[in-house]
């Protein structure tokens, strides 16, 4: 599986963002996806995931009720809509997959990795 996390940019305190995870390769819709970021001199944090079917989804708390995961299989595809966005929120965004239907907060669970896709917020 290839991960390719587009989307990102530069926007202003309180605005919105979608990041898009497109996938190539086998069959999406049988992978759990979970997003991560980096921010310069921090290490990799969990910031969501969702399960193959997309039933289920987590947070990290420092976007729960900002930030929404879904994925489109049809598509190939797995979002991350971000709301209300904050100058914390700057990094580099990162989708990773793993198989099977459960997602997790760890890195180390995920069998693959797209690059980046940098977010910057302004105040």
């Known amino acids: 599986v290839q991960l390719q996390a587009s989307g990102g940019g530069l926007v202003q305190a309180g605005g919105s963002l979608r990041l898009s995870c497109a996938a190539s390769g086998r069959s999406f819709g049988s992978y759990a996806v979970g997003w991560f970021r980096q921010s310069s001199g921090k290490e990799r944090e969990f910031v969501a995931r969702?399960?193959?079917?997309?039933?289920?989804?987590a947070y990290a708390d420092s976007v729960r009720g900002r930030s929404t995961v879904s994925r489109d299989n049809a598509k190939n595809t797995v979002y991350l809509q971000m709301n209300s966005l904050k100058p914390e929120d700057t990094a580099v965004y990162f989708c990773?997959?793993?198989?099977?239907?459960?997602?997790?907060?760890?890195?180390?669970?995920?069998?693959?990795w797209g690059q980046g896709t940098q977010v910057t917020v302004s105040s």
């Open positions: 969702i399960s193959w079917s997309g039933e289920s989804t």
């Open positions: 990773a997959a793993r198989a099977g239907s459960i997602g997790s907060a760890y890195q180390s669970a995920y069998d693959y």
